[in-house]
């Protein structure tokens, strides 16, 4: 969402997947990975209109010509694990958000539209950071540049090209 504001400043942190969450008894729960339209006759919770996640969720799908018609709408990302965790249906949730509920939640990938949520630091241009705001920024820009020449590194010496 950062990008879509004026007067911020953004820095890309890392892209995290969009993942189906299911819970772990379900058919699907055993699948490496899926196309959206394998899951549209599935039980679909889905995340309150409006919010970050539910934005790039809607417009993605529309633009591959996918339509999921959620079962039941509820207000964040925790919400929508529980109801999975109960057993209520699906959902799809970025990679690192399903790790909350992991016991009783399987995630798997889905494809046809590859969905990604870009993560990332933002700030307002509009005035400076104090010294010790300024200090925890640099420090998490350092760590952000490290980690992403971690993970690009190893596919560069591989020829994998990016």
Same mark, same amino acid.
């Given at each position: 969402?950062?990008?879509?504001? %004026?007067?911020?400043?953004?820095?890309?942190?890392?892209?995290?997947?969009?993942?189906?969450?299911?819970?772990?008894?379900?058919?699907?729960?055993?699948?490496?990975?899926?196309?959206?339209? !394998?899951?549209?006759?599935?039980?679909?919770?889905?995340?309150?209109?409006? %919010?970050? +996640?539910?934005?790039?969720?809607?417009?993605?799908?529309?633009?591959?010509?996918?339509? *999921?018609?959620?079962?039941?709408?509820?207000?964040?990302? &925790?919400?929508?694990?529980?109801?999975?965790?109960?057993?209520?249906?699906? %959902?799809?949730?970025?990679?690192?958000?399903? #790790?909350? /509920?992991?016991?009783?939640?399987?995630?798997?990938?889905?494809?046809?539209?590859?969905? *990604? +949520?870009?993560?990332?630091?933002?700030?307002?241009? #509009?005035?400076?950071?104090?010294?010790?705001?300024?200090?925890?920024?640099?420090?998490? /820009? !350092? +760590? #952000?540049?490290?980690? %992403?020449?971690?993970?690009?590194?190893? &596919?560069?010496?591989?020829?994998? #090209?990016?």
């Amino acid at each position: 969402m950062g990008l879509q504001e %004026t007067g911020l400043e953004f820095h890309p942190f890392c892209d995290e997947r969009i993942m189906l969450a299911v819970p772990r008894d379900h058919r699907l729960a055993k699948r490496d990975s899926l196309r959206w339209i !394998d899951v549209l006759d599935q039980k679909f919770i889905a995340i309150a209109r409006g %919010t970050p +996640v539910r934005v790039l969720l809607d417009f993605e799908l529309a633009r591959s010509g996918a339509h *999921v018609a959620p079962e039941c709408e509820v207000g964040n990302l &925790h919400a929508a694990l529980h109801c999975v965790a109960a057993g209520l249906g699906i %959902t799809a949730v970025p990679e690192h958000t399903g #790790s909350v /509920l992991g016991s009783r939640i399987e995630l798997v990938h889905l494809t046809d539209p590859r969905i *990604v +949520v870009q993560r990332g630091l933002v700030r307002p241009l #509009s005035r400076e950071l104090r010294p010790a705001a300024k200090g925890f920024w640099d420090c998490l /820009l !350092d +760590v #952000s540049h490290a980690l %992403t020449a971690q993970s690009v590194a190893p &596919h560069l010496r591989r020829g994998v #090209s990016q």
